[in-house]
Each structure stands twice: as structure tokens, then as C-alpha cells.
């Protein structure tokens, strides 16, 4: 059930475009922000806790990765994770260097969701919203419709790829800590850029406010 939950939050997000026909990003800006405080407190609350369970230093490298490792996938994606594509590719091609670092973000979101945990739902809150906005940047970019379906479809089963294996694969079971730390970080880049650019000259207006502690004291009673 986890993973077809993770996977159909993609496709909801593109089926949100095609009803919603939202000619520009901004006026998401207040889900995004949900999305962004909702990720961030359930970070805090539920991630934080587990792996810092024991006093380590080592786990503080682990996190600061994470944020190395989300900069550096934003390079290629250019921001996707947080709502920006500026991608430009006038031939309408596969978008690869787009598609790979969205993949690696996506695998390792997967990485530290537990039965212990709610992060299944703050990935999936997460997911729909970046979702539409990619959808909507296929659309308006004119890319052909099997393309951008199967950007998606690829996109969509990254996620619960990466839950798979940490179920699986006692490698990984056995490194859950410092791969949740890893996790960490990445969410914690992510989602604090969600809520610095989901305003304008990174300033809140009441909507947005009410949006974020909202967010947060649903993570915080979940």
C-alpha cells in the first residue's frame, strides 16, 4: 500500500495540472509552502529524534552530506525539487540530466519511511504539488504527451524503489541511521528553500503564515 500511495502521488499531482490548467507557478506558492513546513516539521519531529536516539557526532557529517548532496542535484534539476524548471531544450528531447537528479532525490526520500514514522504522508504532501508544477512545465513547454508520461512514470516508481530496498536489502537495514541522517539533510535544504521562495522578496503574507503553522501543528499532533 506504501509504495502504490507514493507512486500514485505523482500521477495525481499530473491529473491536478490537466483539471487545474494553472498557467503560472506562483499561484501555488501557498501549497508549496504547506508542503515545504509540513516536510520540514515532520523532519524535526519524527527523523531527528531517531537518529540522534544516541549521542554521535558522525551523524551531524551524515546530515551536512545530505545538504552537499541536494545542492549538488540541484545543479542539474535546477530547482525542480522545490518548484523551479527552468529547463531549456528546444529540440522537446528527453530531458536526462533533469529526470537522473529528480531520480536520485526521489530514491533517497524513500530511503528512511518506517512504519515508525509518518513520512509517508509528508512525502506524498510533498510529491503532489512538485508533481503538478513538473507537469505543468511539459505542458506549457509543449513537450509530447508520451514524454512527459513517461518522465512521470519513471519519476513516480523512484520513490517506492527506494522503500523497497530499504525493506530489503540488509545493507542498507543494517546503515539505517546514517542513511536516514543522509535523508535528513536533503529534506532539511528542500523544504527551507520551499519556504524561502515560496514568498515574495521572501516576505510572508497572513495566507502564507497560516499556512505554515498550520503544517506544523498537523506534524506536530500526527
Known amino acids: 500500500m506504501n509504495y502504490l500511495i507514493l507512486f500514485l502521488a505523482v500521477f495525481i499531482g499530473y491529473f491536478l495540472a490537466l483539471i487545474l490548467k494553472v498557467k503560472k507557478v506562483k499561484k501555488l506558492s501557498i501549497y508549496l509552502a504547506f508542503s515545504g513546513a509540513f516536510l520540514l516539521a515532520l523532519t524535526i519531529f519524527e527523523l531527528l529524534p531517531d537518529v540522534y536516539e544516541t549521542p554521535n557526532k558522525l551523524i551531524g557529517v551524515y546530515i551536512i552530506s545530505g545538504i552537499l548532496l541536494q545542492i549538488i542535484l540541484e545543479f542539474f534539476s535546477k530547482g525542480a525539487e522545490h518548484g523551479h524548471v527552468h529547463h531549456h531544450n528546444e529540440s522537446k528531447t528527453f530531458p536526462w540530466l533533469l529526470f537522473i537528479s529528480l531520480s536520485i532525490h526521489a530514491l533517497l526520500e524513500g530511503l528512511p519511511i518506517t512504519k515508525d514514522n509518518n513520512l509517508l504522508i509528508g512525502i506524498m504532501i ?6 503538478l508544477i513538473l507537469s505543468i512545465f511539459f505542458i506549457n513547454a509543449n513537450y ?3 514524454t512527459t508520461l513517461s518522465f512521470l512514470l519513471l ?3 523512484m520513490t517506492p524503489i527506494g522503500n523497497w530496498l530499504a525493506n530489503n536489502f540488509e545493507s542498507i537495514i543494517n546503515f539505517h541511521k546514517e542513511i536516514t541522517a543522509i535523508a535528513i539533510g536533503v529534506f532539511l535544504h528542500v523544504s ?8 515574495k522578496n521572501h516576505q510572508f503574507n497572513i495566507s502564507k503564515i497560516s499556512a505554515v503553522v498550520i503544517a506544523f501543528l498537523l ?4
Do not use: D, N, R, V
Open 144 to 146: 509530447k504527451k508520451t
Open 155 to 157: 519519476f513516480a516508481i
Open 219 to 222: 506534524a506536530y499532533l500526527m
Open 126 to 131: 510533498h510529491k503532489i504539488p512538485i508533481a
Open 192 to 199: 527551507t528553500t520551499i519556504l524561502l521562495e515560496s514568498s
